[in-house]
């Protein structure tokens, strides 16, 4: 008798699931305003135990970020994760030539070195304006062994608006980014989050432009979502990026587009609706949140 008590007592005993591992591997477009915490801040407010860890490098390509370039990178992979993360420069997956020789490569390793991780891509937004110049930045020279990304685009943005007309304004560069980081999945990631295309919807994103046929030329098969999303609010107003010296826009999220990005990442890892998360967490880096 007293063993079928205690065997109906241990059945009734629930030992709480192991945390949700999380790897992220980017930028400061991971670090400002601390995208990992944020994520880690809203799954446990919706009742989610969550690890999170990340190798960043500001201005920095995911390519340079390998474990046989980086260190960080190569301590971390040793352990085991449920996700891996991965972010790379702000406008690299804009580039033709540069997802060929940078971004697909990186992928396919991370990949191979997952272990039983899902490989997650971080899928970034257009700059305020878009990209107002005629050719790409390259921030950290050492961050882009193979060249710079305005020696990649073809033609020469040197001498052509080619590439410009692709990311003139945000609606087209988030467009080419969507491409870009949906074409990870044929070189091994599992999983995207759409953080980008969460900000379209957020600004109001109504139409694309004629950038998309340009754009959708350098892929093999459709884009396979119907985009912009339809907006139904209004939230035009809300500014999702830093405001430097002088009222200069910055490409960076504030804490208001981080928590959209760290929403996206709840949505996207646990295939859940994030409806009554906490706000988010004060930063360094800008200020609380208005209530």
């Known amino acids: 008798m007293l063993h ?3 065997t109906a007592a ?9 945390p949700v591992r999380v790897l992220f591997i980017g930028n400061s477009f991971t670090y400002v305003n601390d995208l990992p915490h944020q994520f880690k801040h809203v799954a ?4 989610k135990q969550v690890e999170v860890a990340n190798s960043t490098i500001g201005g920095c390509t995911l390519f340079h970020q390998l474990p046989q370039y980086d260190n960080r990178t190569q301590m971390l992979l040793r352990e085991d994760w449920d996700y891996i993360v991965l972010q790379d420069y702000s406008a ?7 997802r060929a020789a940078y971004l697909d490569p990186a992928v396919t390793q991370f990949s191979q070195q997952k272990k039983q991780a899902k490989i997650v891509m971080y899928l970034t937004w257009g700059y305020h304006d878009g990209n107002t110049v005629p050719c790409p930045s390259s921030d950290v020279p050492a961050c882009f062994p193979k060249g710079t990304l305005a020696q990649m685009t073809d ?26 980081y949906l074409a990870a999945f044929r070189t091994g990631a599992d999983l995207v989050s759409p953080c980008g295309v969460a900000w379209q ?9 004629g950038c998309r046929s340009e754009i ?10 119907d985009l912009p999303l339809p907006t139904t609010g209004s939230l035009k107003n809300l500014m999702l990026y830093r405001i430097l010296g002088g009222g200069v826009i910055d490409i960076h999220p504030n804490v208001a587009g981080q928590y959209i990005n760290a929403l996206t990442f709840f949505a996207t890892l646990f295939n859940s609706s994030a409806q009554g998360a906490p706000p988010p967490l004060p930063t360094e ?3 609380p949140l208005t209530p």
């Open 4 to 6: 079928l008590v205690l």
């Open 10 to 18: 241990a059945m009734c005993i629930s030992t709480p699931p192991p």
């Open 44 to 47: 446990e407010g919706l009742g």
């Open 92 to 98: 690299l997956p804009t580039v033709q030539k540069a």
């Open 155 to 180: 033609p020469s943005c040197e001498n052509s608006p080619y590439y410009q007309s692709m990311v003139g304004d945000f609606p087209c560069m988030g467009y080419s980014l969507v491409r870009g």
């Open 201 to 209: 919807v957020v600004r109001g994103v109504s139409s694309i432009g």
């Open 216 to 225: 959708d030329k350098q892929y093999p098969t459709p884009v396979g979502i």
């Open 285 to 287: 880096a800008d200020p």
